[in-house]
C-alpha cells in the first residue's frame, strides 16, 4: 500500500523568456529545499524506495518538459503531472508575461498494510 509521508509546496518564476520548464524546475528546487527530512532513514529504506509524486501547475502544461524535471531529482522513483495552474502576469512595457509555476512534491513509501 502506498503511504504519503509528507508534501512540500514551492513556487518558481520565469521573469523574462516565458520559460514554462525553467519556471518548473525553479518551483521543483523551491519545494526541495524547504525539506530536511531524510524520510528514507527513518523508516530504514534505501532512498531509491521514494515514491516521489511532483505535480507542477502552469498556465500552458503543454511547455514544460516532464524530463527536465525529472533530471532535478537525485534518486526516487519520480511521476510528473504537469496540469493547467499557475499564472502569467502581463508585463506592464506589454513584453512576454512574467510565468509562474506552482509545485508539489509528495514522497511515498509502499508500506505494509
Known sequence: MKKRMITEMGMGT???????????????RDALWHNSINLAEL???????????????????DRVDADALKAVFPYGQITVTVTKGGLDIPRADGGLPTVIA????????????
Open 14 to 28: 520565469s521573469l523574462r523568456r516565458q520559460d514554462y520548464t525553467e519556471a518548473a524546475i525553479r518551483a521543483t
Open 102 to 113: 506552482n509545485a508539489a512534491i509528495s514522497v511515498s513509501f509502499e508500506m505494509d498494510p
Open 43 to 61: 523508516f530504514g529504506r534505501d532512498k531509491s524506495d521514494m515514491l516521489i509524486d511532483l505535480d507542477i501547475g502552469v498556465q500552458h502544461p
